[in-house]
């Protein structure tokens, strides 16, 4: 789906050094989520925001920031990268309602920290 | 919060054969249970989904089952094909919750 596009698809970086990633999406979904993806986790939720202005922490928030001053861009902040930021990063979108609604996922961005 | 679990990690069937992917989660108020397929190197793609409303759901080749009382849910593929092969994730989601909660995966390799 093209309407929700992630920036770079590939990142190398040194240990201690800021990095952000951009999700941006077309299709004003409230939604946005940020997912890592590592062997034998699945897929784990960092942070997610239900709409401008409004964020909250996932599962493995530590060492990441978020903001969300518009609907279509959700990015991701890693403040002093560490190895163990080493990973797969989705971003995810979906539109309002609580009865159930798919996410739809960008490509993702591979970020290798040296 | 919701627990999903995902069995088998790995799967292998011959070409034409069916494959089931099973999950089973523990919140009772979950409604949502989304699966995804991920091919290698690409994005997971959502290919069905239920609601807690239905039993059974049909898409061609592919077929989710539910079963609330016992708090599970499987994916089944027909007649499988080598593009079969992928890693599947089964998701779930309630109304208290906005996001969803994710298996481990399982990784199906479609031998031809």
């Known amino acids: 789906d093209a309407g929700i596009t992630q920036s770079p698809r590939y990142k190398i970086t040194e240990t201690g050094r800021q990095v952000t990633l951009m999700c941006h999406q077309t299709?004003?979904?409230?939604?946005m989520f940020w997912y890592r993806q590592d062997l034998g986790h699945g897929l784990r939720l960092i942070y997610y925001?239900?709409?401008?202005?409004?964020?909250d922490k996932g599962e493995v928030p530590d060492g990441y920031v978020v903001s969300r001053s518009k609907t279509e861009n959700f990015p991701l902040t890693l403040e002093s990268a560490t190895r163990s930021q080493t990973s797969v990063y989705f971003c995810?979108?979906?539109?309002?309602?609580?009865?159930?609604?798919?996410?739809?996922f960008g490509d993702g961005t591979r970020l290798s920290i040296l | 919060g919701e627990n999903v679990e995902q069995h088998p990690s790995t799967l292998s069937v011959q070409e034409g054969d069916s494959a089931v992917i099973k999950c089973t989660y523990s919140?009772?108020?979950?409604?949502?249970f989304p699966w995804y397929k991920q091919e290698l190197g690409k994005r997971p793609q959502l290919i069905i989904d239920?609601?807690?409303?239905?039993g059974e759901k049909k898409d061609q080749r592919i077929a989710v089952t539910l079963n609330k009382t016992a708090k599970h849910f499987s994916l089944h593929i027909t007649e499988t094909q080598p593009e079969d092969s992928a890693v599947y994730f089964c998701?779930?989601?309630?109304?208290?919750?906005?996001?969803?909660?994710f298996g481990t995966g399982t990784r199906l390799t479609v031998i031809p």
């Open positions: 995810a979108s979906r539109a309002p309602g609580t009865e159930g609604r798919p996410q739809h």
């Open positions: 299709w004003s979904h409230s939604y």
């Open positions: 925001s239900a709409a401008a202005d409004i964020t």
């Open positions: 919140d009772s108020a979950s409604n949502y």
């Open positions: 239920i609601r807690s409303n239905v």
């Open positions: 998701a779930a989601s309630n109304p208290g919750a906005n996001n969803l909660f």
